[in-house]
């Protein structure tokens, strides 16, 4: 079993920026793909960014490309969601999640293992 904690949310100015963590714990994490994702009250959970094993491609929405940068390092087990220029459209809880096989996809059902989520509220 793997078990995903995430950190770092909290409440920002519109314009601010944000680095939330997730550390794996109960197994290593280091072959697995990694995904962020979030959800907004009254909406469905969304993707934001995933993340080979290696670190060596990533993938983004569209909506945060250019302003997320997700990252990893597997000798903490832990991955990272660095948030630039947050618009107050970015509050929600996010959550990260971990693929054991590896497919790196945008749909949740592709992942087996989730955090209990950080709340990030952005202010205008």
């Known amino acids: 079993q793997v078990q995903l904690v995430e950190s770092g949310g909290g409440l920002v100015q519109a314009g601010g920026s944000l680095r939330l963590s997730c550390a794996a714990s109960g197994r290593t994490v280091s072959t697995y793909g990694m995904g962020w994702f979030r959800q907004a009250p009254g909406k469905e959970r969304e993707f934001l960014a995933a993340i080979t094993w290696s670190g060596g491609r990533s993938y983004y929405a569209d909506y945060v490309k250019g302003r997320f940068t997700i990252s990893r390092d597997n000798a903490k087990n832990t991955v990272y969601l660095q948030m630039n220029s947050l618009r107050p459209e970015d509050t929600a809880v996010y959550y990260c999640?971990?693929?054991?096989?590896?497919?790196?996809?945008?749909?949740?059902?592709?992942?087996?293992?989730w955090g209990q989520g950080t709340q990030v509220t952005v202010s205008s």
């Open positions: 999640a971990a693929d054991r096989f590896h497919r790196v996809g945008a749909s949740p059902g592709e992942y087996d293992y």
